[in-house]
Antibody, heavy 121, light 107 residues
Framework: EVHLLESGGGLAQPGGSLRLSCATS????????MSWVRQPPGKGLEWVSA????????YYADSVKGRFTISRDSSNHTLYLEMKNLRAEDTALYYC??????????????WGQGTLVTVSS | SSELTQDPAVSVALGQTVRITCQGD??????ASWYQQKPGKAPVLLTY???NRPSGIPARFSGSSSGNTASLTITGAQAEDEADYYC??????????FGGGTKLTVL
């Protein structure tokens, strides 16, 4: 059974930094692309960033490009999101999601329970 | 444009059929996947690529696509289907994109 467990959320000041982690188990981590998806309180889902299975290709939403960095460590099956220069609008529940692929189309087949990031002074 | 547009709210009578739609230029090139989210819970994958369902997803959920519109149809809606529904696809840069979500009320 796939398990995704996010950690690292908390309170940060505007302009500050946080590093999120997503510990994974139950699947061959190095074979799958992974994503971060966030959800501001009371609002909809927003895709944040994705990383290829090998870690050599990354993608970012325009709203976080240049401030967030996604990475992965296959030795410990963990996904990361380094967040810098945080803004109030980054306040959200951050989900880690495993991607699967079918006919060159990608979708999110497993999700963690999320870690809450609050950006406030 | 990489935006996906969904109706904010839809309602359906118990046992009836409802279609939730998602529109966007990206859907002319890529398939949508659909997710259900209940309050306080993580999203759950319902359908992907045409009309594939993960194991455990009831057959009353089906996906379809035509032109720039993807649809999620619930045939015989149940009380437990009351939830938020999101479509997702990608753009030509490889970026993933979600629709704004549709809140489904089962009357």
């Amino acid at each position: 059974e796939v398990h995704l467990l996010e950690s690292g959320g908390g309170l940060a000041q505007p302009g500050g930094s946080l590093r999120l982690s997503c510990a994974t188990s139950g699947f061959t981590f190095m074979r799958y692309a992974m994503s971060w998806v966030r959800q501001p309180p009371g609002k909809g889902l927003e895709w944040v960033s994705a990383i290829s299975s090998g870690g050599d290709t990354t993608y970012y939403a325009d709203s976080v490009k240049g401030r967030f960095t996604i990475s992965r460590d296959s030795s410990n099956h963990t996904l990361y999101l380094e967040m810098k220069n945080l803004r109030a609008e980054d306040t959200a529940l951050y989900y880690c999601a495993k991607e699967d692929e079918w006919l060159a189309e990608y979708f999110f087949d497993s999700w963690g329970q999320g870690t809450l990031v609050t950006v406030s002074s | 444009s990489s935006e996906l547009t969904q109706d904010p709210a839809v309602s359906v009578a118990l046992g009836q059929t409802v279609r939730i739609t998602c529109q966007g230029d990206a859907l002319r090139s890529y398939y949508a996947s659909w997710y259900q989210q209940k309050p306080g819970k993580a999203p759950v994958l319902l359908t992907y690529v045409k009309n594939n369902r993960p194991s455990g997803i009831p057959a009353r959920f089906s996906g379809s696509s035509s032109g720039n519109t993807a649809s999620l149809t619930i045939t015989g809606a149940q009380a437990e289907d009351e939830a938020d529904y999101y479509c997702n696809s990608r753009d030509n840069r490889g970026n993933r994109v979600f629709g704004g979500g549709t809140k489904l009320t089962v009357l």
